[in-house]
T-cell receptor
Framework: GENVEQHPSTLSVQEGDSAVIKCTYSDSASNYFPWYKQELGKGPQLIID?????GEKKDQRIAVTLNKTAKHFSLHITETQPEDSAVYFCAASRSGSGYSTLTFGKGTMLLVSP | NAGVTQTPKFRVLKTGQSMTLLCAQD?????MYWYRQDPGMGLRLIHYSVGEGTTAKGEVPDGYNVSRLKKQNFLLGLESAAPSQTSVYFC???????????FGPGTRLTVT
């Protein structure tokens, strides 16, 4: 089955800096890669996702890049703000025949200091 | 729209007791999922359903049962709770495979 590795496990940055979280996956057939943000005491919330036919996707201060050859994808947050502090999870799955459910990384705790 | 709701929010059980967690969604999603979240382990899939009346095992199904009698509801049952089932349980739903999953607020379960 799929295996998703996520690094780092914790990340501390100053407000205004950029933050990068990296994930690798093992199943070359995976074609859907979402990122979730989980605030304390709440359920995960989807913040951005990318499919394997796209190399990069942006949404305001958030961007995700995908390298299918190397089987890794990354979340980039620019101009970080204290409200970006949360746990972030990456995940991977494949659709179509041989469908697989989402496999999650273990999470990255992002701390943004004012 | 309420999205995905879960009841109860908190529960304490004694070893051997049983309980049912209820998940409801009002988005007409076909797929529903139950995950557990433990410190340092991320989210692990317990069971899921691809439509009314169907269920399938996930990564960690032992000790749990599920039912999907109505499209909007997905029930997770613990027949004989064990301390190893102490966790936070999340329900999620989506339109289909590799579609965006929407999560509920979670149920914190403690088994003593």
């Amino acid at each position: 089955g799929e295996n998703v590795e996520q690094h780092p496990s914790t990340l501390s940055v100053q407000e205004g800096d950029s933050a990068v979280i990296k994930c690798t996956y093992s199943d070359s057939a995976s074609n859907y890669f979402p990122w979730y943000k989980q605030e304390l005491g709440k359920g995960p919330q989807l913040i951005i996702d990318i499919r394997s036919n796209v190399g990069e996707k942006k949404d305001q201060r958030i961007a995700v890049t995908l390298n299918k050859t190397a089987k890794h994808f990354s979340l980039h947050i620019t101009e970080t703000q204290p409200e970006d502090s949360a746990v972030y999870f990456c995940a991977a799955s494949r659709s179509g025949s041989g469908y697989s459910t989402l496999t999650f990384g273990k999470g990255t705790m992002l701390l943004v200091s004012p | 729209n309420a999205g995905v709701t879960q009841t109860p929010k908190f529960r304490v059980l004694k070893t051997g007791q049983s309980m049912t967690l209820l998940c409801a969604q009002d988005m007409n999603h076909e797929y529903m999922y139950w995950y557990r979240q433990d410190p340092g382990m991320g989210l692990r899939l317990i069971h899921y359903s691809v439509g009314e009346g169907t269920t399938a095992k996930g990564e960690v199904p032992d000790g749990y049962n599920v039912s999907r009698l109505k499209k909007q509801n997905f029930l997770l049952g613990l027949e004989s709770a064990a301390p190893s089932q102490t966790s936070v349980y999340f329900c999620a739903s989506s339109y289909g495979t590799s579609s965006r999953q929407y999560f509920g607020p979670g149920t914190r379960l403690t088994v003593t």
